[in-house]
């Protein structure tokens, strides 16, 4: 155990005791130590615990609206994620949602090892669901998955918390859940007149199964598995519609076993041990009723049936020894439960905050805490897993772990700068990760949205450019840059046979560069060619060039800077001034040249009628209009603007952009006019006002979000959370900072909403003040730079690299004198003469 901390002679969470002695004192301390240092937190666990910012955190927020977060227990980038599985709301859908459980819900079917923070499509992972029980088992789980033995609930009788779940359902047992790094804990609490059984779903994950194996060894009380799943987003194309990763599992529960049964497909059999068989994937890539297997354990009348549980995705024996360098025989959910809050305490308490409403304080750190729950830990506990080649592998220093699911599309915009700039060595470990995943991918390939030891392709552009080279900018820099640089540039100079060829395309295009052998020739992704939208692949493109750039600027490599600073000016090749009368917009381009000007009509593409180009089009985008994409230039917003015809221009674009014609806030659902600040294509786009010389829009207009769609409530997240992208946009735009560049370190300004932050760093603490900041006083009038006066409406890299002071000097009006200047504006980036 290369990695575990030097006091760990012993192994395990001791349990509570009163008659606990001094040795007994001392262990727990060291275990205390051992597990906070096994999540990667320096802070002591009495320093957090005398900060409980834990108890400012409501996991329910972002359960609906399609925020597709999941509520049960996990650590800081836990393996682990012990969690509700709920049945589907509407009866016509396959899934209650992407995380496993939807706030709608009336019924849960059980609580599952592992899930993922606010994905999208249907979701995956949901592996290896316990459903406690009152009732004979007399048909098989698997006759309906989704329905069959689940037991209604209610908000009254549930409590989520940092660490830890509790649900009373309405079979009357009590359930608590807790977790480690890579083990979990859950207590039973049947009724004292009922009976007390235990399904283990092993088939079950959420989006179906290809193989399952569950054995019970009724004298110890021990159930042994795997399921082998995949299939994230299989639904929408064959090509991710197959398994890609394997999880063992061990659990040991702590009442005698008085009965025992298993089930294939239909068939229940009473007594036996043994059960194998998955669920598959269905013919359309949701899993059929009828198809699975799994295991019971009864327990006699009215027990209490404590069980703990580790995983692996490497093996039976990493599982089990997973389980034992985390707990031991006797450790209760008590236990548990609180090591994980004081792993969320040290986490949380990297940012420590003052003023602000409660509604503030609340919905900030419980967005910090969905921002730290992804990527999760991949390796074991001897550093072990399972690479993209389905080999294994080990962790090799200075990693200290491997890390797993990267929906890079989301991610490199913000999130991956918040975890590197709080903790420098988990982004360095990240950096690594995706790294080594490419060294074990088809062709060295960095795929864009990897799930577990799966490449899924899901989305589209480079987004490996832009997350190392944000990893790199804001601090992490234990990890191979220079190979990871090499790496990149090959894959972006060297079409392989997946970028020339559209499998999986539209969304799940197999190739790191779809198209590339055009890109290279043409400078533009044109109509044809392998993506998704050839406009959106361009724009993305085009961010991954300058990505590479910055990052090899930082590594002294100055003739590869020069050339991918050059490519990332391909932007200007899909620009077409004529587009509207507006002004010019990115559109589609034919590898002749030539615009279309007519496109069909996507909303209504029933007849095929041509129509005129609107800005509103989405024919060549992703998930977003032209009108939307039009902004997607954040490296050299300049030249984007001297393309519009001036700050002017570009500043009465944004208005109509934010704002209806009633001057109302037009940041979601409002139309594909205007900006959707619940996706990816808009979130940067508010600070775009601190680049026209305008900054006071930009303070106006994100606290106006931040006061409307980000909410203390279970619909508080506008949109899917993306692994924790769009709660990073929260924290940053809380703090009055947005890291607008990609691939670099320099913060855009906006305002703070505290009185006082102060960002704990090794590196250097960042503190702000704002003394006036409340919900009228949000304009700046003036800001010190460490302590002297700064117009300027961006901080240098070294600010977030080394650390530093800030102090806003705030006022209830728009002080349009502070950062108007011609030379306040923050940087763009082109060649000399551009």
């Not at 779940?165 to 859950?186: D, H, I, T």
């Not at 235990?198 to 159930?223: F, M, N, P, Q």
Request: aromatic share 10%.
């Amino acid at each position: 155990m290369p990695f575990a901390p030097k006091c760990l002679p012993f192994r395990g969470i001791v349990s509570t005791s009163r008659s606990r002695s001094a040795g007994s004192k001392s262990l727990a301390a060291c275990l205390t130590v051992a597990l906070l240092s096994s999540a990667g937190f320096a802070q002591s666990q009495s320093q957090s615990q005398t900060r409980d910012r834990a108890s400012y955190v409501n996991p329910l927020v972002g359960t609906t609206n399609g925020g597709n977060v999941f509520p049960g227990a996990t650590v800081p980038f836990g393996m682990v994620q012990f969690s509700p599985e709920a049945t589907p709301v509407n009866p016509k859908r396959p899934i209650a949602a992407p995380g496993g459980y939807e706030y709608r819900s009336t019924e849960l079917r059980g609580f599952s090892l592992t899930n993922v923070e606010g994905w999208g499509c249907a979701g995956g992972s949901g592996d290896v669901p316990l459903m406690p029980i009152t009732v004979a088992v007399d048909k098989s789980p698997s006759s309906d998955f989704r329905h069959a033995y689940a037991a209604g609930f209610t908000h009254a009788d549930e409590k989520a918390e940092p660490g830890s779940y509790k649900v009373k359902l309405a079979n009357g047992v009590e359930v608590s859940l807790a977790a480690a790094l890579r083990m979990g804990v859950a207590t039973f609490a049947f009724p004292a007149d009922a009976a007390s059984r235990v399904l283990v779903r092993t088939s079950d994950s959420e989006v179906g199964s290809t193989a399952a194996e569950t054995k019970v060894d009724a004298a110890t009380g021990t159930v042994t598995g795997e399921v082998t799943s995949g299939n994230f987003c299989g639904y929408i194309n064959e090509e991710d519609r197959r398994p890609y990763y394997t999880l063992h599992f061990v659990a040991k529960f702590d009442q005698p076993v008085t009965e025992t049964g298993a089930w294939k497909d239909e068939k229940v059999t009473p007594g036996a041990a043994t059960a194998e068989g998955g669920t598959g994937f269905g013919p359309k890539g949701f899993p059929e009723s009828g198809h699975g297997s799994g295991v019971w354990l009864g327990f006699g009348q009215g027990k209490t049936v404590r069980v703990r549980i580790g995983i692996s995705y490497v093996s039976l024996a990493n599982a089990e020894a997973n389980l034992e360098a985390e707990s031991k025989a006797g450790t209760t959910y008590e236990d548990v439960a609180a090591h994980a809050r004081a792993a969320w305490n040290a986490q949380l308490n990297k940012i420590e905050i003052e003023g602000g409403t409660e509604e503030q304080k609340t919905v900030f750190t419980t967005a910090l805490y969905h921002a730290s729950m992804t990527p999760t830990t991949y390796s074991d506990a001897n550093g072990e897993y399972t690479g993209m080649d389905g080999k294994m592998h080990r962790v090799l220093e200075p990693q200290q772990a491997q890390y797993a699911n990267f929906s890079g599309w989301d991610v490199y915009r913000s999130q991956l700068q918040l975890l590197t700039w709080l903790d420098p060595q988990r982004g360095s470990d990240i950096a690594q990760s995706l790294f080594n995943q490419s060294q074990q991918d088809v062709n060295g390939r960095w795929d864009r949205w990897t799930h577990l030891g799966g490449a899924t392709h899901v989305m589209n552009g480079d987004p490996a450019d832009g997350a190392v080279a944000a990893v790199w900018a804001f601090g992490g820099r234990s990890f191979d840059a220079k190979a990871a640089l090499a790496s990149l540039v090959k894959a972006a100079e060297v079409p392989t046979p997946e970028d020339l060829k559209d499998a999986g395309c539209p969304v799940e295009c197999a190739g790191q560069r779809p198209g590339l052998d055009q890109y290279l020739k043409l400078h533009y992704i044109p109509v044809g060619a392998p993506a998704w939208g050839p406009a959106a692949d361009t724009l993305e493109d085009v961010s991954a060039d300058f990505s590479i750039s910055a990052l090899a600027g930082h590594l002294g490599e100055k003739a590869v800077e020069r050339r991918f600073l050059e490519r990332a000016q391909y932007w200007k090749n899909i620009w077409n001034p004529k587009a509207a009368p507006d002004g010019g917009y990115f559109m589609n381009r034919k590898a002749d040249g030539t615009f279309p000007m007519d496109l069909v009509d996507e909303d209504n593409d029933s007849d095929h009628k041509p129509q005129h180009f609107t800005p509103a089009t989405g024919a060549g985008f992703v998930e977003g209009s032209a009108a939307q994409y039009v902004w997607m230039v954040p490296f050299n917003v300049a030249g984007l603007f001297d393309e519009m015809g001036g700050h002017d221009k570009a500043v009465e674009r944004l208005n109509h952009f934010f704002y209806d014609d009633k001057g109302k806030p037009a940041v979601t659902n409002a139309g594909d006019l205007h900006a959707e600040l619940n996706n990816e294509p808009s979130i940067e786009t508010p600070w775009l006002y601190d680049f026209a010389g305008q900054p006071w829009k930009t303070q106006q207009l994100v606290r106006q979000v931040l006061d409307s769609i980000w909410k203390n409530a279970p619909n508080g997240i506008p949109g899917n959370d993306d692994l924790g992208e769009m709660s990073s946009w929260d924290v940053f735009a809380s703090l009055g900072l947005y890291p607008e560049i990609p691939g670099r370190a320099e913060l855009v300004l906006g305002s703070p909403i505290f009185t006082r932050v102060v960002v704990h760093r090794a590196q250097g603490d960042v503190t702000i003040e704002a003394p006036a900041a409340d919900a009228t006083h949000y304009y700046v009038r003036s800001v010190k730079v460490d302590g002297k006066a700064s117009d300027k409406t961006w901080l240098p890299e070294a600010f977030a690299q080394k650390g530093g002071r800030l102090e806003f000097e705030l006022t209830d009006a728009p002080a349009k004198n502070w950062g108007s200047g011609a030379n306040d504006a923050p940087p763009s980036f082109a060649p000399k003469g551009q």
